[in-house]
């Protein structure tokens, strides 16, 4: 995994990731705190859009990691209980991940 820290005056404000060269994930700190995870699959390019408790489920094409074109095709609540293969319980809520990343390069901004 490759990630590519954005920072705004001494602030952590933007973490991409990716893999393979191809853009996986993008977390946004700030007022507006989101999470873009992308899904490659054969029938196109996938951004799930984490926002105010939703998730927008977009069609995209995506060149050198920007978004050139979205086409919203899914609204879904963030917070639902849903259950994995095994039987069990789990929260499809993805920002602890999101905090954990900010923890992990936070500093990297602060260092002049």
Do not use: P, W
Not at 67 to 72: A, D, F, G, M, P
Request: aromatic content about 18%; overall charge neutral; proline content about 0%.
């Amino acid at each position: 995994m490759l990630y590519k820290i954005h920072c705004e005056e001494s602030s952590l404000k933007k973490i991409e990731v990716f893999k393979d060269s191809l853009i996986m994930k993008e977390f946004f700190y700030g007022l507006n705190n989101r999470i873009y995870n992308y899904h490659h699959t054969d029938f196109g390019y996938f951004l799930f859009d984490h926002f105010n408790s939703k998730i927008y489920k977009y069609k995209v094409i995506v060149k050198k990691s920007k978004i050139v074109n979205k086409v919203l095709i899914d609204t879904i609540n963030e917070s639902e209980i849903a259950q994995d293969v095994k039987g069990e319980y789990f929260y499809t809520n993805d920002f602890n991940e999101s905090s954990e990343i900010f923890d992990r390069f936070v500093n990297l901004c602060s260092k002049g």
